[in-house]
């Protein structure tokens, strides 16, 4: 594939709606060399005072009509300048005919021998810019021709296969054929095409259920060597299912009434040619890809190649679906293949799945296998896992093809089909996945609280942090036991989020995204690396201003979010009188001062939190208060004999009763 282009379009082309197209060709297996005619349909939707086009400049062209007058023209930056006098008013109709020639260039016509299949063949590729390459076009995704008539001149036995349905075969002199195809369902600008090469005829029939009795036909142009034919039969006779599963899952195949078909060339992959999709070999997920793309690129195509994920993303999609439904036709399983499609988009930590303006003209990333197929097909999936029902996914899917149909749509507007079928909000969704870059990794610590909930706290990291610094949303986790695994499901919206879940077994691990919904990496699973806090040291003192001091050091408190002192005096409840939050560190000491409003014994218990929401209690202590006031009897000497002196502090005023009584027992004041 060509990587950045240098390309310029001339705005003006877009006064005119191209409305058909009939192309009359002669063409030979092995040669790019093309010569014959293009006729357009073309309608003036503003008034025009030239008409232009685009054609490359290497290609012959010999002559041009309008409405059956010669014009002249000038050629230039790969365009045509037909000037128009009068000025053509809006409204009016435009018949014209190119007559040309020329050997296209490499990137637009491939022509070659495949010596694996014996086949020669020529076949044009259009997409992205390069339907100009072998003839005159308008390549404004937006104007979709509303039918095509594609006659190919080739020398017998060759054969030509092209859009739609091959309407006749008409000798030419000196041994050769005219195909005559012709379509009637609308088709942008790099879909029509041909393929001439040394082909046999195989058939096939679909038979969707809604429009059962009647059926589809396949028809397929394959290199004409049996041994060939027999290599690949199986895959191409997987093309019915395919077809049945698709039309269930999108909406009745979108071309019904002609055909759907492959044409085998030497492009290096596949092509999504309407209605018959150019083949360079015939793998199973490479025919149910470029099926896809008959309704993700086809049906409904990108209205800029901003969005090709519509295209790419969905047909890479559509090969995931094919082996979930069909798994015995494919001898990978679709968990191994979404974990392949992972591991690619992983391998490197950037990356949108949209193209940036700055990339437009850029093939390489328009059409990269690790950002507009893999990532847009997993995304795909992360989407479906969004719903949480298969039912509403497909539906939004359906109803989207159905409101876009024989159009083009971006993705925005598939946001909205989504959105309005399914209710549910997905600009996160875009934000991260579609617009973002990169991927998170999970760090995750878990451990059992009491004997019937595990909390779980759930971390991440991106590897694309200055673009997309977080990945909200639903992820699935499996909680690994010896006693069966047990998924849960958590909506996580920050880090450092705890999640509290009932679960009554031993556990051994977590598994993060076991179905490979979302694009991840795991990264640290601990058990019980969070021990609750230890509370050591814990004390209390009154002090000389009657308030009290506590002191206390922790131990293991990175979990912890908060220390609460409580207080009570002798019998009341105990009350919080205060907060201190941790320091940093595992290990610190801190300090408290309370000074209460009432007097008496102070008791003391502190309260760790920590953020799993587990509450640790301290022993409870007392001390007594520091300015009680207290009756004081001081007697010296103490014991005494004779005599005594007796010294009493009675710090409040009122009448106090006393006795002085021996050691006896008997009373001696
Ligand atoms: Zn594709």
Redesign the pocket.
């Known amino acids: 594939m060509q990587q950045r282009i240098s390309y310029y379009q001339y705005p003006s082309m877009d006064k005119y709606d191209l409305h058909y197209l009939k192309l009359d060709l002669s063409a030979e297996p092995g040669s790019r060399f093309i010569s014959g005619t293009a006729g357009w349909k073309a309608r003036a939707k503003e008034p025009m005072d030239s008409f232009i086009m685009e054609f490359k400049n290497n290609m012959v062209l010999d002559s041009v009509y309008i409405n059956g007058v010669k014009k002249t023209f000038q050629r230039g930056s790969d365009h045509v300048f037909i000037p128009l006098s009068p000025t053509v008013s809006a409204g009016s109709e435009l018949d014209l005919t190119f007559y040309y020639q020329g050997t296209a260039n490499s990137n637009g016509v491939f022509s070659g021998s495949q010596s694996s299949s014996g086949l020669t063949y020529t076949a044009t590729l259009s997409e992205s810019y390069q339907a100009r390459e072998w003839f005159p076009a308008k390549q404004f995704l937006g104007d979709k021709i509303d039918s095509a008539d594609i006659w190919i001149t080739t020398t017998l036995p060759n054969k030509a296969g092209s859009n739609g349905l091959l309407v006749a075969q008409v000798p030419k002199p000196g041994n050769k054929m005219q195909y005559q195809w012709k379509t009637r369902y609308p088709m942008n600008y790099y879909l029509p095409h041909f393929s001439v090469g040394n082909y046999m005829e195989y058939l096939n029939y679909a038979k969707p259920a809604a429009i059962a009795p009647d059926s589809i036909l396949i028809q397929n142009y394959i290199s004409d060597n049996p041994t060939y034919f027999n290599s690949v039969k199986t895959n191409i006779d997987k093309t019915p299912p395919f077809i049945e599963l698709y039309s269930e899952q999108f909406g009745l195949y979108p071309f019904h009434e002609e055909k759907y078909g492959h044409v085998h060339a030497g492009i290096g ?4 040619h309407q209605t018959m999709s150019t083949m360079n070999s015939f793998g199973s997920t490479l025919i149910a ?2 099926l ?2 008959q309704w993700w ?1 086809d049906q409904v195509t990108c209205a800029s190649w901003n969005h090709i994920w519509l ?2 993303g969905f ?2 999609y559509c090969e995931y679906l094919a082996i979930e439904s069909l798994p015995s036709l494919f001898t990978t399983t679709a968990a191994t293949y979404m974990n392949n499609v992972h591991n690619n988009v992983m391998s490197v930590n950037t990356g949108s799945v949209y193209v940036p303006d700055t990339d437009l003209y850029n093939e390489g990333r328009i ?1 990269s296998g690790r950002l507009s ?1 893999n990532k847009g097909s997993a995304i795909v999936h992360t989407l479906r896992f969004i719903m949480q029902d298969d039912n509403l996914f497909f539906q939004a899917l359906r109803n989207f093809q159905q409101q876009y149909k024989d159009s083009v749509a971006t993705a925005t507007d598939f946001k909205q089909v989504v959105e309005t079928t399914s209710g549910k909000n997905l600009d996160d969704y875009f934000n991260q996945w579609y617009y973002g870059e990169g991927f998170p990794t999970f760090n995750i610590t878990y451990l059992m609280q009491g004997v019937d909930s595990i909390v779980l706290v759930v971390n991440q990291t991106t590897s694309s942090p200055a673009v997309t610094p977080f990945f909200k949303g639903l992820y699935e986790l499996s909680i690994t036991s010896t006693q069966g695994d047990t998924t849960v499901l958590i909506n996580l919206e920050q880090n450092n989020q705890v999640f509290k879940i009932p679960y009554q077994k031993t556990p051994n691990g977590i598994v993060v995204d076991p179905n490979n919904w979302v694009i991840n990496r795991t990264g640290t699973i601990v058990f019980g690396g969070v021990i609750p806090v230890r509370v050591n040291n814990w004390k209390a003192e009154g002090l000389t201003d009657c308030s009290f001091k506590l002191q206390w050091t922790a131990e293991n408190q990175g979990t912890t979010e908060n220390y609460i002192i409580e207080y009570r005096a002798d019998s009341n409840q105990f009350v919080q009188v205060g907060e201190v939050l941790p320091v940093a560190g595992a290990t610190a000491s801190y300090q408290f001062t309370y000074q209460p409003n009432q007097s008496g014994t102070a008791y003391f218990r502190l309260l760790s939190v920590d953020r799993f929401g587990l509450r640790t209690y301290s022993p409870v202590i007392s001390v007594e208060d520091p300015c009680r006031p207290q009756t004081a009897v001081n007697i010296r000497p103490n014991p005494a004999i004779d005599h005594a002196e007796i010294l009493l502090n009675i710090p409040v005023a009122g009448n106090t009763q006393w006795r002085l009584v021996n050691s006896a027992g008997q009373v001696v004041y």
């Open positions: 992959g596949g092509m999504e890809h470029e896809g793309h690129g295209n790419e047909a890479s059409f197929y």
